[in-house]
């Protein structure tokens, strides 16, 4: 219990004071209220604006009641001083009996009333005061609750103007993304087309090398035929020759023997029929030889000497067919060979082609698709300029009514303070649905943005013509203006994507986008770059080219963290910082690829 607390329990009536005495009368001593004593649970239950403003307006209480009570005390005194120098001009005039004091009895009873009537009209306007101080603290209680709920109001309209910021930045990187995507969809379009246009001139190349291939099997197709048939025609006349000499042989033989003489004359007409017959064959053979050497020879690769041959007219004619045999079956072979690989060729290229225009409708899909998307984002990010307008519209009449607004000093009993609006009132505030605020469109109006679906979207444009689709720099909204930042023209040969910043700050994931037929993205002398809203900035550079050699995603470590992990430990930076922060990546001829607002 400290020492005040002690010193406003003790009573009032031990405290002694000494009473001032003016003409030998004592006069009471003025009335003084007793100190209030708060337990300390009260003002622990209570916040301190609250306490401090039941002090500021006790102590003002105080004071008008000190006031009060020193013209109470005032007035008290003269009443009481003139009381006792009545009360002794009395005794006086009682000790003289000719003395008559009726006149000024009669004059101190008028002052006594009129001293009465003032004291009646100073309690008056003290309570007038009272009443009217009440009336000022409530219309300050009631200001201070508007200033609070403008303040609140205030706070969370600053907060959706930085959300919209953000959704805005947003909008944007994903807008560059996509148009990069687009870009090198069409690209990869035009490489398929160009080896589509590649594979057609094989197609007629091979085409050309068939039709040759069928026509000199056709060829040789027609000169087997012949050989075959003279082959036969031949083996005919043969089989003819041989069963009429077996015949004659067979009469012969069974012609009975007269005499020796008649057997040594059919013995030597069978010698020379015998002589006769293999002459003939012989000439035959000869002649067969010399008509098809010359094609025998074109057909083998090697041509084979001729041999003694013990029995010419058995191993002649079987080494004769066994060679066209040969020659016909690799004949069929070359011509079944011929065949499979046109078959091949033809069911090749139509699966190519089919695979081709399958791919080429994907990225055509692909690109509507994508073009549809950044219609969209480029509709949302004018939306999102319009509502970012209208919030700092709406901010800025709030800012200026509250510095429009006057203060006026606390009124007299017949003045009526400016206290809130009424219902039937309109308050310059905010507008409402129905009404348009100066400054930016209403939602029944149209923003010019990117073409609808009615309209035709013109196509990607070559690299000399401009298209005439969606720009890539952000265009303000009629009626105001806001401050966006432009962006560089990204190379479309790569694509790397940031993902994301690891925990604690150890490593900045990188994804690589680049598709068929490009492989992975060349990084050399690229740099990785955090920059910090205090200004400070960590930068990576990438010195080897063939960071995504073995896979489509790699972690940037710090060489804090980097020890002993997949990825690239940078020598420049130590670690990565987690707090709010944008992260971008450049090539060696600084264009910006990809930025990732943390």
């Not at 689709?469 to 790397?496: C, F, I, L, N, Y």
Request: aromatic share 4%; hydrophobic share 30%.
């Amino acid at each position: 219990m400290d020492r005040e607390e002690i010193k406003a329990r003790k009573p009032v009536g031990h405290v002694r004071r000494r009473r001032p005495f003016r003409n030998g009368i004592r006069i009471p001593a003025p009335i003084q209220p007793a100190p209030v004593f708060f337990p300390k649970g009260v003002i622990a239950e209570h916040g301190q604006k609250q306490v401090a403003e039941m002090k500021n307006k006790g102590e003002k209480e105080k004071k008008e009641m000190q006031a009060l009570n020193r013209k109470l005390t005032s007035f008290l005194q003269n009443i009481r001083y003139l009381e006792a120098e009545n009360k002794h001009l009395k005794n006086n005039l009682s000790a003289e009996k000719d003395f008559k004091c009726d006149k000024i009895k009669i004059l101190y009873e008028d002052r006594l009333k009129e001293l009465e009537r003032l004291l009646k009209d100073k309690d008056v306007e003290l309570a007038a005061t009272k009443s009217k101080n009440e009336s000022l603290e409530e219309e300050v209680e009631d200001l201070k609750e508007q200033l609070t709920q403008v303040k609140d109001e205030k706070d969370r309209v600053q907060a959706e103007i930085d959300g919209l910021h953000d959704e805005v930045a947003q909008r944007i990187a994903e807008s560059e993304n996509n148009r990069r995507r687009a870009s090198e969809l069409q690209k990869q379009v035009d490489d398929l087309k160009a080896r589509n246009g590649i594979v057609v001139n094989q197609l007629s190349k091979l085409r050309e090398e068939l039709e040759m291939e069928t026509s000199e099997r056709l060829e040789l197709a027609d000169c087997a035929a012949m050989l075959e048939d003279e082959l036969s025609f031949n083996y005919d006349i043969h089989d003819a020759e041989v069963k009429e000499l077996k015949a004659m042989i067979s009469k012969l033989k069974k012609i009975p023997d007269f005499d020796e003489t008649r057997k040594t004359e059919i013995g030597n007409l069978v010698a020379d029929l015998s002589a006769q017959y293999e002459d003939k064959l012989r000439k035959a053979t000869a002649d067969m030889e010399r008509r098809y050497a010359k094609q025998l020879q074109l057909e083998k690769a090697k041509a084979k000497t001729k041999e003694d041959f013990i029995d010419p007219r058995k191993r002649r004619d079987l080494g004769k067919i066994s060679e066209l045999e040969t020659q016909i079956a690799d004949m069929k072979r070359k011509i079944t060979e011929l065949e499979f690989q046109r078959d091949e060729a033809e069911n090749g290229r139509e699966s190519d082609a089919a695979s081709y225009e399958d791919e080429i409708a994907r990225l055509r899909r692909d690109f509507e698709n994508v073009f549809k998307d950044f219609e969209e984002l480029a509709n949302a990010k004018n939306f999102a300029g319009m509502k970012v307008a209208s919030m700092l519209a709406l901010l800025k009449d709030v800012d200026s009514s509250e510095s429009s607004k006057p203060v006026d000093g606390p009124q007299t009993e017949g003045e009526s303070a400016p206290g809130p609006q009424t219902e039937g009132e309109s308050a310059p505030g905010p507008q409402t649905k129905g009404e348009s605020a100066p400054g930016h469109q209403t939602e029944g109006e149209s923003a010019p943005g990117p073409q609808t679906e009615g309209e035709s979207a013109p196509g990607p444009k070559t690299e000399g013509e401009s298209a005439p689709g969606p720009q890539t720099k952000v265009e303000s909204a009629p009626g105001h203006q806001t401050k966006e930042k432009e962006t560089m023209s990204r190379p479309t040969e790569d694509s790397v994507k940031i993902l994301e910043v690891g925990p604690d700050g150890k490593y900045i994931q990188l994804e690589d986008l680049a598709e068929f037929p490009k492989g992975a993205t060349n990084m050399k002398n690229w740099t990785l770059t955090q920059t910090l809203d205090n200004g400070k900035s960590r930068t990576h550079i990438f010195t080897n080219g063939n960071v995504f050699g073995a896979s489509k995603i790699v972690k940037i470590w710090g060489s804090k963290h980097g020890a002993g992990q997949d990825g690239i430990t940078s020598s420049e930076v130590t670690e990565w910082d987690t707090s709010k922060s944008t992260i971008s990546l450049k090539d060696n001829e600084n264009m910006e690829h990809d930025v990732l607002v943390k």
